[in-house]
């Protein structure tokens, strides 16, 4: 459980960075026309930033005291964050596949761990 929440911290973190990169240095990724699947990359950059934050806090919420909604929250946005990143790839490919990865990770840990108790 705490390795799941330590890679949301990580995950969310990048996905903030990369939101904030692709809103002020858009030719950092590589794009057809500054579009990926025909949304802008302001667009992207946002949606980056707000699941990036949302991630990063779901994270933070399972090294606290793991409540068992953080833990379903968790799993529904780390799945959302794979979509994007599958989105993301032609832009960013090396990242979104170590992205993709460590969001199978999570999911993996989640699910696993999800009868057991927590101790305090």
Do not use: C, K
């Not at 026309?33 to 934050?53: E, K, N, Q, S, Y």
Request: net charge negative; hydrophobic share 65%.
């Amino acid at each position: 459980m705490r390795f799941a929440g330590v890679i949301m911290v990580v995950i969310g973190g990048f996905g903030v960075i990369e939101g904030f990169v692709a809103l002020f240095a858009p030719t950092y990724f590589v794009t057809v026309g500054g579009a990926v699947l025909t949304i802008d990359l302001a667009a992207w950059g946002w949606a980056h930033i707000i699941l990036g934050a949302l991630v990063l806090a779901t994270g933070l919420a399972l090294l606290g005291n793991a409540p068992g909604w953080a833990r379903v929250v968790g799993i529904g946005l780390v799945t959302i964050n794979m979509l994007v990143q599958l989105a993301w790839l032609p832009a960013y490919p090396i990242w979104s596949i170590i992205a993709l990865v460590l969001d199978v990770l999570v999911i993996y840990a989640l699910v696993t761990t999800w009868g057991q108790q927590v101790e305090a």
